[in-house]
């Protein structure tokens, strides 16, 4: 599993000190920290394909195969749900009227 980075089509950001340079950084944190979440994920789910191929080989063991799915089945959850959770917040502040 790959995740592309989305680069915004709006202008730079300016590079000296600005009121909102917190709000961005922590904008910036969320989005680095979601991404890395993916990431982890990712890494998790290919674990358990590699877990899954070892058992078919006979180089591995069940309980090792199961354990990795299981672990994989969690991230991917976790993963979802954060998804969904993000997509709502930014549903409601689309709606929001200003």
Do not use: Y
Request: proline share 6%; aromatic share 2%; no cysteine.
């Amino acid at each position: 599993m790959r995740v592309d980075v989305l680069v915004p089509d709006g202008p730079p950001a300016p590079s000296g000190p600005s009121p909102h340079s917190d709000a961005t950084a922590t904008a910036n944190g969320g989005a680095n920290a979601f991404q890395r979440l993916v990431d982890a994920a990712g890494a998790i789910l290919d674990g358990a394909d590699r877990a899954e191929t070892a058992f078919a080989a006979h180089r591995g063991g069940l309980q090792e195969m199961v354990v990795e799915r299981a672990r994989a089945d969690i991230a991917l959850q976790i993963a979802a749900s954060a998804a969904q959770r993000t997509a709502q917040s930014l549903s409601a502040l689309l709606g929001m009227q200003i």
